[in-house]
């Protein structure tokens, strides 16, 4: 069996590697020309962690993850308003949480993928019919399975179920993150989590291992588009809250070397049509306020390569997938738009104090476990149940 996948991100490269270890033949574009660089940190957690363990990749995710130790707000003056010990989160979730940089966990994946992996950069999927694909480059590929995870704004989605417009759910929010040296920052955040307690805007910084700090920020704003620049409109939205983010943004990288773009979901009816599929953000998107993307987008391939794994037709191994799993991305979906946006994300001082005591609350025995839980969700199933209930359907059909 040969499927082409169009996206080697995070669902894209887990997916390869476990359709090539059920003994597909597998064909993987990208459309950079490398691997990539820039990126944000991840508090891995929940189902992707399972998938990990799963895979048998936990030892090298822990290898690969940075050490944090503290999880803290600050105001302008630079003081701490709220901060916690970091092993909270990890005692709340029985250990199954690391913090990594998403380009290492792509590191990670792309390092575990078999020798049946054709991975090819600098190639996107042009056109999809009913019995081939057609590449950037020209080439066109003959496929029993054609998958799309090509992230939010995926190409192969809007080929084969219509245009991005149709699915797409606007948050109202930019998002941006780069890396930076500067020895005095890092001292000042090193091994933690150091976020500007602000309304409608956020900076986080990170103290790296290696002596960098990775900086994320996310604001409201009206504007569905990107800006021309988006160098420009991360400092002119970020400055003066504080001597940390005006140091980060002096080492804010041009445009062109910063990952920026819109907070948005994507919401559909149907993620499978006959031998197509999506994955990841191409299908489901949480956005980043839901904080689980990195572990859905895991979780979501590994369902689906087990689902592939039977006997079945794929195309109704695709539709069990898509029946197993998207009870699971939806539920998270509509927890960060109802719930989880305005907590991550304050427009008033009440719900910013209201966020700050929840923190100082979670200092109070048995509470850490109860609102860890409500921020770092697991679902009612887990990975194994959603497999292997999946295969024993199929056996019995």
């Known amino acids: 069996m040969k499927a082409l996948i169009c996206g080697a991100g995070i669902a894209g490269l887990t997916l390869a590697g476990r359709l090539n270890h059920h003994g597909w033949d597998v064909t993987l574009v990208e459309r950079a020309t490398g691997p990539r660089r820039h990126g944000y940190m991840i508090d891995f957690s929940g189902p992707g962690y399972e998938a990990i363990i799963a895979m048998g990749l936990e030892r090298q995710l822990r290898r690969m993850a940075s050490r944090v130790s503290e999880f803290r707000y600050i105001d302008n003056r630079g003081n701490t308003t709220v901060g916690l010990d970091y092993d909270f989160f990890v005692k709340a979730l029985d250990g199954e949480i690391v913090s990594i940089m998403r380009p290492a966990l792509e590191e990670l994946l792309r390092a575990a993928l078999g020798s049946g992996v054709d991975l090819r950069y600098g190639l996107t999927v042009d056109r999809v019919s009913d019995e081939t694909a057609v590449l950037s480059d020209g080439t066109v590929m003959k ?93 002119r939205e970020f400055s003066g809250l504080g001597d940390l983010a005006d140091r980060a943004l002096s080492h804010c990288p041009p445009s062109r070397e910063m990952y920026y773009d819109q907070v948005a979901q994507i919401v559909m009816p149907c993620w499978t049509d006959s031998r197509v599929g999506l994955v990841g953000d191409a299908a489901y998107a949480v956005s980043l306020v839901a904080g689980q993307g990195a572990s859905l987008g895991i979780a979501g391939a590994y369902v689906m390569a087990e689902m592939l794994a039977t006997q079945r037709p794929v195309s109704e191994s695709l539709a069990e997938y898509e029946r197993r799993w998207r009870p699971v991305a939806t539920e998270i979906q509509a927890s960060a738009r109802e719930r989880v946006v305005e907590i991550f994300l304050p427009k008033t001082t009440r719900t ?28 009612s199933h887990s990975i194994a149940e959603l497999s292997a209930a999946g295969r024993a359907q199929l056996r019995n059909i």
Request: charged share 25%.
């Open 143 to 235: 496929a029993d399975l054609i998958v799309g995870a090509d992230g939010i704004h995926s190409h192969v989605r809007s080929e084969t179920f219509g245009p991005e417009s149709e699915f797409l759910r606007d948050l109202g929010m930019h998002t941006s993150a780069f890396v930076f040296e500067d020895r005095d920052v890092f001292e000042q955040v090193r091994s933690q989590f150091v976020l500007t307690e602000t309304l409608n805007r956020q900076m986080g910084l990170y103290g790296l291992d290696d002596g960098h700090v990775a900086a994320f920020t996310v604001h409201r704003t009206g504007d569905v588009a990107s800006p021309d620049s988006a160098r420009e409109e991360v400092r």
């Open 352 to 379: 910013l104090l209201l966020r700050r005591w929840g923190f100082r609350a979670m200092k109070l025995p048995g509470l850490h476990r109860l609102m860890v839980g409500s921020l770092f969700p697991k679902g």
